[in-house]
């Protein structure tokens, strides 16, 4: 007998949560600091457009459930045709898209230490994101000449 949508969503968001939670549970996570490098490279020579549809994308998948505990390697973007991805790095590409779309947005995955710890070693390459006030849309110091 299946479950009906109802009892399954709710499961879904409760594994969600949990895996959340688990994120943290050890402290920061070094692979997260990683994929948020990556992710950060990635957006750097987009535009806004085309950094909403890969990070809606990615939201849309999570609506289902992302087991970010998951090493494996299976999740493919169509925004980002011939790649895959861990579930893990998908939240990270997701989170450093808010961080430009809307940056005080909560994706209810705690990232905060990482991402810190990300855009320092990214500034010390060159590539830290800087916002202004006035310009909603962070921009990567190393393309806008400061």
């Keep these: 007998m299946e479950a009906p949508e109802e009892l399954r969503g709710l499961a879904r968001d409760g594994l969600s949560k949990i895996a959340a939670r688990e994120l943290k549970a050890?402290?920061?996570r070094m692979d997260a600091v990683f994929y948020l490098l990556d992710a950060m490279r990635l957006?750097?020579?987009k535009s806004l457009?085309?950094?909403?549809?890969?990070?809606?994308?990615i939201g849309?998948?999570?609506k289902y459930g992302l087991d970010i505990n998951d090493p494996?390697?299976?999740?493919?973007?169509?925004?980002l045709p011939g790649r895959v991805f861990s579930a893990l790095e998908l939240v990270c590409i997701m989170y450093a898209g808010f961080k430009r779309i809307e940056?005080?947005?909560d994706i209810e995955v705690e990232l905060g230490?990482?991402?810190g710890m990300a855009e320092r070693v990214g500034g010390e390459s060159g590539m830290s994101w800087r916002f202004s006030s006035s310009y909603p849309q962070a921009r990567c110091s190393s393309l806008d000449g400061r």
């Design 26 to 28: 050890r402290g920061p």
């Design 43 to 45: 957006f750097r020579g």
């Design 49 to 57: 457009p085309e950094i909403q549809e890969i990070t809606f994308e």
């Design 60 to 62: 849309m998948l999570g």
């Design 72 to 79: 494996q390697e299976s999740h493919v973007l169509r925004a």
């Design 103 to 105: 940056p005080g947005m």
């Design 113 to 115: 230490e990482e991402w």
